[in-house]
Structures are given as C-alpha cells and as structure tokens.
C-alpha cells in the first residue's frame, strides 16, 4: 500500500526528478542486462518475472513486452508473469502457504541460464526473497528492481537497480526502468546472430489398413444430417 500523499505537486516532481537521476546512474546495467537478455532469449532461455501489487502489475507489463513488442516488429520470445497464473498463485498459497507462491513456480519453470526478474519497492516482501533463493538454486541469473539500498532482495539478486523514493516514486521508477530494459533488449537483438532453424524429418508415411467398418445406408425418406 502506497502512503498517505503529502507535499505539493512540485515535492512529489521533485522526488521522481531524483529517482531518474539515480536511474540514469544505472542506465550501464539496463543496457548489460539488455544485451545479456538478447543472448540468452534467443538461444532459447526464458525470463521469469514477479513481484506483489503493483509491481506485479509492472512483472506482466515486462513479458507482455517480450511476447509481445516493444518498438519494433520481431519475433516473440519467451517470458512468464508468475502472479499471472491466478490458478498456481492461489493453489500454491493455499497448500503451501503465500511465501511459496512464487518460489514454487521458479523451481517448475527455471532452467540454468534464465533469467528471473523481481520487483519489490520494500526489497523485503518474503515471498519475493524466497522466489530470488529459489532462482538462484535452479542456476538462473536473479535480477532485482528495488527501492533504495541495502535491502534483502538487493543482498540475495545477482544485480539490483535500486530507486529511492516513496513508494510511487519507486514504481515509476521501476516502469521507466522496464522500458529502457526493453529498449536495450531490441537494440541488442540485431548484434545477435540468428538460431539456425530446427531441421525437420520428412513424415514417413501412413499405411492404413483397409476400414472393416460396415457403410452405413440411411433408410428411405430420410435426409443424412
């Protein structure tokens, strides 16, 4: 939950101008990951993406943008938004309890060399921390958006891009930050070279054996439906 709003228009612009400036700061790792993503999607890894709320909201806008289209035409690529799956989420949280949620998913979905992308403004919600633990112990490279620094999920990821702010500055911060992602994504992808095409085997044959199946003739005055 975001809290109460206080100050002027101009404090709360004030603060997101300061949380792009410490995201330009970062725009290095945007573009690392960009390139390192471009890699990995296209020799037919996966990027795994979650977070609670809003952030969870801004998971799916990241996989729709892979599935999907960024900028530019290009072919789809797989990515998966693990609060999307309404019907693991609620399965999960009531056998295994809410902390397993995402975690539970990671180790079903993650393969060496994904990626797995989590969002938390707190850095401390613990269903995320068990989905980063579970990431890293299945190989997948664990990429954090959080809001300022130290916390857990920072302490836990392979590499975190942090926002200060209040809460709603952070998730703006973290939606401008998924689009430089992707943009950095589709820049990279020409530098990639194609994946050659799966070769395909000629279908042998059918031979079917004669059908012993009586014709069936439909009486006089009646019409075949």
Known sequence: MCPPSS???????????????????????LTRWGEWLARRLSAGCRLLAAGNGGSAAEAQHLTAELVGRF????????????????????????????????????????????VLVL?????????????????????????????ATPNPLAELADEVIAIPGSTSTVQEGHLVAVHL???????????????????????????RAPSTTPTLVEPPGRRAS
Not at 12 to 24: C, K, Q, S, T
Not at 119 to 147: K, P
Not at 191 to 201: G, I, K, L, M, R
């Open 181 to 207: 992602l992707c943009a950095a994504f589709e820049a990279a992808l020409s530098d990639v070279p194609a994946v050659p095409a799966v070769a395909t085997v000629p279908a042998t044959p059918v031979t």
């Open 7 to 29: 100050g002027s228009m101009t404090d709360r612009l004030d603060e997101l101008a300061g949380a792009l400036d410490a995201l330009r700061l970062q725009s290095a790792t």
């Open 119 to 147: 969002l938390s403004t707190s850095g401390s919600s613990a269903n995320v921390l068990a989905a980063a633990r579970a990431g890293s112990s299945v190989g997948a490279a664990v990429w954090a958006l959080t809001g």
């Open 71 to 114: 900028d530019r035409d290009r072919r789809p690529f797989s990515a998966i938004a693990l609060a999307a799956e309404s019907s693991s989420v609620t399965a999960i949280g009531n056998d295994y309890g809410y902390d397993e949620v995402f975690a539970r998913q990671v180790h079903a979905h993650a393969r060496p060399h994904d």
